[in-house]
T-cell receptor, first 108, second 115 residues
């Protein structure tokens, strides 16, 4: 079993829709859960992070961690074409393990 | 946020030649830097951890004699792909950890094409 599983997509949704991106992981020892956004031919940039379980909201973005299920989610409300990118979940502390990334297309 | 640069952004080389990629932290010092490889539609795969003043730590399956890493200073790490082959064509990205540990600052990546 891979340490982090993420559906690579692509996921296409109309502008304004709510987007749900998800990952599962296997190592329960990890405490930091992150979402990185990567535009085409660019390096990833940290979008949000969560420590341990719970929710975190930042504008249109909400990150959720369910440690009992080893499941992490990113929700995007009122999606915009500029949100079109690859979203990578990541877990870890000093050493980070990335998911495969989900390619998201927001259709205008 | 902190800035990490990479040079070159895109390089094409012939099979059998060597290519050097530079990773610089522009406004902070990094005793550790990470090198990743990303094939199309695939995730970032950690290749090695570069340590200033000491040998790099390579992930399992990564040939250390093929991918030479040198961390010459607190702001510069280099990755040299020796005797490159077409299967080495990929997107190489470096990163440096922030003081918070869980966050990494990524460079813009270097696209290597070996013909």
């Amino acid at each position: 079993q891979k340490e982090v599983e993420q559906d690579p997509g692509p996921l296409s949704v109309p502008e304004g829709a709510i987007v749900s991106l998800n990952c599962t992981y296997s190592n329960s020892a990890f405490q930091y859960f992150m979402w990185y956004r990567q535009y085409s031919r660019k390096g990833p940039e940290l979008l949000m992070y969560t420590y341990s379980s719970g929710n975190k909201e930042d504008g249109r973005f909400t990150a959720q961690v369910d440690k009992s299920s080893k499941y992490i989610s990113l929700f995007i409300r009122d999606s915009q074409p500029s949100d079109s990118a690859t979203y990578l979940c990541a877990i870890g502390d000093d050493k980070i393990i990335f998911g495969k990334g989900t390619r998201l297309h927001i259709l205008p | 946020g902190a800035v990490v640069s990479q040079h070159p952004s895109w390089v094409i080389c012939k099979s059998g030649t060597s290519v050097k990629i530079e990773c610089r932290s522009l406004d902070f010092q990094a005793t550790t830097m990470f090198w990743y490889r990303q094939f199309p539609k695939q995730s970032l795969m950690l290749m090695a951890t570069s340590n200033e003043g000491s040998k790099a730590t390579y992930e399992q399956g990564v040939e250390k004699d093929k991918f030479l890493i040198n961390h010459a200073s607190l702001t510069l790490s280099t990755l040299t792909v020796t005797s490159a082959h077409p299967e080495d064509s990929s997107f190489y990205i470096c990163s440096a950890p922030s003081s918070r540990g869980y966050e990494q600052y990524f460079g813009p990546g270097t696209r290597l094409t070996v013909t």
